[in-house]
């Protein structure tokens, strides 16, 4: 019964490959996020999703192309790895895009890129 | 633009003491606050959030905040820790026009036993 979950919860790649983070909200929200969260725990918006639609794209290199298939699914694949993409992603969604809206969050995925 | 201040990056405190996580923000209009807490290997969830009305906010867990709008800070409190809080917390502000939370580096809080 988990509301907001992400595959795989660990990643170890080399520099140079190409992943895919998955994310599945069981909460009906209209509205899905990708976080990055550096070493230092400080918490980037990346991207946000309405309706299958991207609505915010946050100075990401175009390395990085998120992928909503449904409402309930936002995807990120990660072209051509580099060391610095080393992080922990977080995937969260929220009923509508408001600003009154909490987030919720899923457990996070663990990248470290060797 | 708005920016959210936690001044304190740890706060050891030991088991049953009371303590005070401080956040602070600047805006120039009105915003929502929140505090999220993340334990260790998890996803952020949420404490409480202040959108409107008393400006003290009970949140679960026993933690609470109190919105102070002439200092600008949202600090979040609570009388007695347990082990099971240690965990990293963070407040978040949203204002008009944006629904993408600005947070703020976080506060660890490390309780003792």
């Known amino acids: 019964d988990t509301a907001v979950s992400q595959t795989p919860k660990y990643l170890v790649t080399q520099m140079g490959n190409d992943k895919s983070i998955k994310c599945e909200q069981n909460l009906g929200h209209d509205t899905m996020y990708w976080y990055k969260q550096d070493s230092k725990k400080f918490l980037k918006i990346m991207f946000s999703?309405?309706?299958?639609?991207?609505?915010i794209n946050e100075t990401v290199p175009n390395r990085f192309s998120p992928k909503s298939p449904d409402k309930a699914h936002l995807n990120l694949h990660i072209n051509s790895l580099e060391l610095g993409d080393s992080a922990v992603y977080f995937c969260?969604?929220?009923?509508?895009?408001?600003?009154?809206?909490?987030?919720?969050f899923g457990p996070g995925t663990r990248l470290l890129v060797l | 633009a708005q920016s959210v201040t936690q001044l304190d990056s740890q706060v050891p405190v030991f088991e049953e003491a009371p303590v005070e996580l401080r956040c602070n923000y600047s805006s120039s209009v009105s915003v929502y606050l929140f505090w999220y807490v993340q334990y260790p290997n998890q996803g952020l969830q949420l404490l409480l959030k202040?959108?409107?009305?008393?400006?003290l906010v009970k949140g679960i867990n026993g933690f609470e905040a109190e919105f102070n709008k002439s200092q600008t800070s949202f600090h979040l409190r609570k009388p007695s820790v347990h082990i099971s809080d240690t965990a990293e917390y963070f407040c978040?502000?949203?204002?008009?026009?944006?629904?993408?939370?600005?947070f703020g580096r976080g506060t660890s809080l490390i309780v003792h036993p």
């Open positions: 978040a502000v949203t204002k008009g026009g944006s629904y993408i939370p600005t």
């Open positions: 969260a969604s929220s009923p509508v895009p408001q600003t009154e809206e909490t987030q919720y």
């Open positions: 999703y309405n309706n299958k639609e991207l609505i």
């Open positions: 202040y959108l409107s009305g008393s400006t």
